[in-house]
């Protein structure tokens, strides 16, 4: 397995954790400052699944709102749009959603996503 960084800018980076070992293409590790959303996607073939290592999060998945901090585990369930706030920085992992999968945005949430960092920018 290696750990690859894939993406930094003022909300904080992305690394992906990649190896055959994992039994998924990659593992999304995303640190996120206090105020960010990051996501703004949906998944039409896989599950996808999410742990907050440290912080504490809004997860907008569908129409529902989880309010997640150190160690809880979601099952995003596949075709379920989400998005994430951080409401303190966090460390959160995600797995399960393809490469292809990731690409594919939602387009609502997206916008959502986007109004948030620029407010908070």
Same mark, same amino acid.
């Given at each position: 397995?290696?750990?690859?960084?894939?993406?930094q800018d003022?909300?904080g980076?992305?690394n992906?954790?990649? $190896?055959?070992?994992? $039994?998924?293409?990659?593992?999304?590790?995303?640190?996120?400052?206090?105020?960010?959303? #990051?996501?703004?996607?949906?998944?039409?073939?896989?599950?996808?699944?999410?742990?907050?290592?440290?912080?504490?999060?809004?997860?907008?998945?569908?129409?529902?709102?989880?309010?997640?901090?150190? $160690?809880?585990?979601?099952?995003?369930?596949?075709?379920?749009?989400?998005y994430?706030?951080?409401?303190?920085?966090s460390?959160?992992?995600?797995?399960?959603?393809?490469?292809e999968?990731?690409k594919?945005?939602?387009?609502?949430?997206?916008e959502?996503?986007? #109004?948030?960092? #620029?407010?908070?920018?």
């Open positions: 397995m290696r750990l690859k960084e894939i993406n003022y909300r980076y992305i992906i954790l990649e $190896g055959d070992e994992l $039994g998924c293409e990659e593992v999304n590790i995303s640190f996120t400052k206090k105020g960010f959303a #990051r996501g703004g996607c949906v998944h039409n073939s896989n599950d996808e699944y999410l742990l907050v290592i440290s912080g504490e999060i809004n997860l907008i998945c569908g129409e529902a709102l989880y309010q997640l901090d150190d $160690g809880c585990v979601v099952n995003i369930t596949k075709k379920t749009p989400h994430y706030v951080a409401t303190k920085t460390l959160v992992m995600e797995w399960g959603a393809t490469k999968e990731k594919e945005k939602h387009k609502e949430y997206r959502i996503v986007d #109004r948030i960092n #620029r407010e908070t920018n």
